[in-house]
């Protein structure tokens, strides 16, 4: 068993869709194929559900109708050569449609996973019913019946005695040589659809590597591999030919996006090789994440992660910052769900580094505000660089305003203005 996964990019136009059938084709056995929303549509449906929950109904309406044109351009293409049944496709759309049209609930990040799971169901049938029609048969299977989560929308937490029990069920498929399904998406056992996080389909495959015991993971991207800083901010970039687990562990919870952070774990418990290839030029090694019995002797790897807010707080009585106010802060930041990335404490300060949150921070400084003085600043850079020298920092913080600086023996944390 092989488990492949493409991403946004590898399926978002029919070139790329042919193009992975190929990809498919390439390496025989028993494979299932985990597949996201196609191109850039994650980021429409997150469009789309801000407009729905706002009553914003001419945003609302002009969202839906940019995504259902863009996917029925995609199916106009791949249809033109071969005669394609759509209609799963459009009973999607019309179950979107009339979705929209009640008046949602006042659960934000409930509405967002209903909503903007779409994406993946969308992809994977629109790909399912493509293969089947040009003889790569398979078949597709609804990943919310099977991966079972908790309740915490956009977060959700996998129960893994259950997923384990209905995947092993589902994908029992004696004969059949390929299954497409959703990343990203979960199910409560109330039916009610999850999702795990952002980049969460690396996660299912993982997941689904592991129970169903998968000789490896290949991740297809549109990158030769994983390399040494995002091309996007700085050009000059290496790749990273191998990574011990534990490396691409501390990557991922650093920020890198080319891999979710709970991937590896999965993949570990059970040695699992991970391979992060190129869809444009398969038969290139890329890179491979496994067991590592040497030390590694990597160049400087940069992790960039845009949208920062600092918060540092300083008690008004001017009382030391003990053990039980940094639970207490941060008991507060998980109530408000709040990915803190670095902290940093002296006597009488506290300074938080973390994501900014969709909906502004207004409402956290004012509770903050009740016992402490609070400063603050947004729209700030956290950036990693892991296998540092003093060249790697020059080159990034260059006539920038440094806020915080860390190190440790191999890491350097910089959040840069």
Not at 156 to 169: D, G, H, V, Y
Request: charged letters at 25%.
């Amino acid at each position: 068993m092989q488990v492949f996964k493409f991403g946004g990019a590898s399926v978002g136009s029919a070139f790329s869709i042919e193009n992975a059938a190929g990809i498919i084709r390439m390496f025989p056995g028993p494979k299932v194929v985990v597949i996201s929303a196609m191109g850039k549509m994650t980021n429409a449906f997150e469009e789309l559900v801000k407009a729905y929950f706002s009553n914003n109904s001419n945003g609302k309406a002009e969202h839906f109708r940019k995504i259902k044109k863009y996917h029925n351009d995609i199916m106009s293409h791949l249809s033109s050569k071969n005669k394609i049944d759509w209609s799963d496709v459009d009973k999607l759309f019309s179950g979107l449609e009339s979705r929209l049209k009640v008046t949602p609930s006042m659960n934000f990040d409930y509405e967002y996973d209903q909503v903007v799971s779409y994406g993946e169901l969308l992809s994977t049938t629109i790909i399912s019913s493509f293969y089947n029609a040009i003889g790569l048969t398979n078949k597709w299977i609804d990943i919310r019946k099977c991966l079972i989560t908790d309740n915490m929308y956009r977060e959700a937490n996998i129960n893994r005695e259950l997923s384990e029990e209905q995947i092993k069920k589902a994908f029992d498929l004696p004969g059949c040589e390929l299954i497409i399904t959703q990343g990203f998406l979960g199910g409560t056992t109330t039916n009610h659809t999850t999702t795990l996080g952002r980049e969460g389909s690396d996660y299912t495959a993982a997941i689904l590597a592991n129970i169903l015991d998968a000789q490896h993971v290949t991740i297809w991207k549109n990158v030769p591999g994983i390399l040494n800083a995002d091309p996007v901010f700085l050009p000059a970039t290496k790749k990273l030919d191998e990574l011990s687990y534990r490396e691409a562990i501390e990557l991922s919870y650093s920020g890198a996006k080319v891999i979710h952070p709970k991937t590896i774990k999965p993949l570990q418990n059970k040695r699992i090789p991970l391979f992060v290839k190129s869809f444009d030029n398969p038969e290139q090694k890329g890179t491979i994440i496994h067991d590592i019995d040497h030390i590694l002797n990597l160049v400087p790897v940069f992790i960039i992660k845009q949208k920062q807010a600092l918060i540092t707080l300083t008690p008004e009585d001017f009382s030391f910052i003990s053990i039980q106010t940094v639970s207490n802060i941060f008991s507060l930041c998980a109530s408000y769900r709040l990915k803190v990335g670095l902290i940093q404490q002296s006597a009488i300060n506290l300074s938080l580094v973390f994501d900014e949150p969709e909906q502004g921070i207004e409402e956290l400084i004012a509770e903050l505000h009740k016992n402490f003085d609070v400063r603050y600043n947004t729209g700030l850079e956290l950036v990693t660089i892991r296998y540092y020298d003093q060249e790697a920092i020059n080159e990034i913080a260059k006539g920038r305003r440094i806020y915080i600086e860390q190190k440790s023996r191999r890491t350097v944390r910089l959040l840069l203005k």
